[in-house]
């Protein structure tokens, strides 16, 4: 990756942190954009991803799903598992948003699985995708499997220090149990 793509990548991260969606757009877009010509698929597929959470800060579900749809292929193709799973649960929690439950369901199980079979998976990347399968399964009326993911997910919040998450897990088993 090059110097100024790297630059490019932290203008884009500073701008989102300050809520400048559209000048974050632009600098991964350019990204997006010296990575296809250099040939840098692993840079391209960073560019993707953050454009991807871009594109969701600005509620444009179905131009995010397209970027990582992309990124995707280009983690499955490379073997890149740690990246593939992430970039998986994200669009399993796009097409949760989407309504497209079906296709959620199926990504977040596919993340579970790659990450559970991976012994370098972070706690924190594994919880935050039992969140969003959790959430999906209340959704679909599944109390019982959205409790159990609720309580796995936080106890690894807990496990990580991660106080909020550990706090609306208790509560999500709570509400499921009522």
Do not use: P
Request: negative net charge; aromatic residues 6%.
């Amino acid at each position: 990756m090059s110097q100024a793509q790297e630059t490019l990548f932290t203008r884009a991260t500073e701008a989102r942190r300050e809520r400048r969606f559209e000048d974050a757009r632009t600098s991964l877009t350019e990204a997006e954009s010296s990575s296809r010509q250099a040939g840098d698929e692993l840079a391209l597929a960073r560019s993707l991803t953050m454009l991807g959470q871009i594109e969701r800060d600005l509620r444009r579900n179905d131009a995010a799903l397209k970027n990582y749809d992309e990124a995707v292929a280009i983690y499955r193709a490379k073997g890149d598992v740690q990246r593939l799973a992430h970039s998986v649960r994200h669009v399993g929690d796009i097409l949760r948003h989407m309504g497209q439950n079906e296709r959620a369901e199926q990504c977040y199980t596919e993340a579970l699985g790659l990450y559970r079979a991976d012994a370098s998976t972070g706690q924190l990347d594994l919880a935050n995708a039992l969140r969003g399968y959790a959430i999906l399964k209340a959704d679909l009326g599944d109390r019982q499997q959205a409790a159990a993911l609720w309580a796995e997910a936080g106890k690894l919040y807990e496990a990580v220090g991660v106080k909020e998450g550990a706090a609306e897990s208790t509560r999500q088993v709570a509400l499921l149990a009522e």
